[in-house]
């Protein structure tokens, strides 16, 4: 008869522990979930983001080159400017 109450005892505590982890184990998944969703919405900005700013150097590259040819300017030009602000700023 000890030994009977003894395992009804053993099968409500571990019950109550498997009751207890599974809430637990509840609770974390949902905190994943809502992290999950936070790095896809953040992924989708950065994507957009990316996009348009991807479109915009490409418009400014465009207008530079543009803005080369109707100044007469050459690259070789350009390059010594970069060289002489290199130089200025060693000194």
Known sequence: METLIHADIFFFITTIALVIIAL???????????????????????????????????EMRHELRED??????????IFNLFGWFASKRKK
Request: glycine share 4%.
């Open 68 to 77: 080369l040819k109707s100044s007469g300017a050459t690259l070789r030009s």
């Open 24 to 58: 637990v184990i509840i609770v974390i998944l949902a905190y994943i979930a809502v992290i999950l969703s936070d790095i896809k919405a953040i992924s989708t900005l950065v994507r957009e983001e990316s996009a348009e700013i991807a479109g915009d150097i490409k």
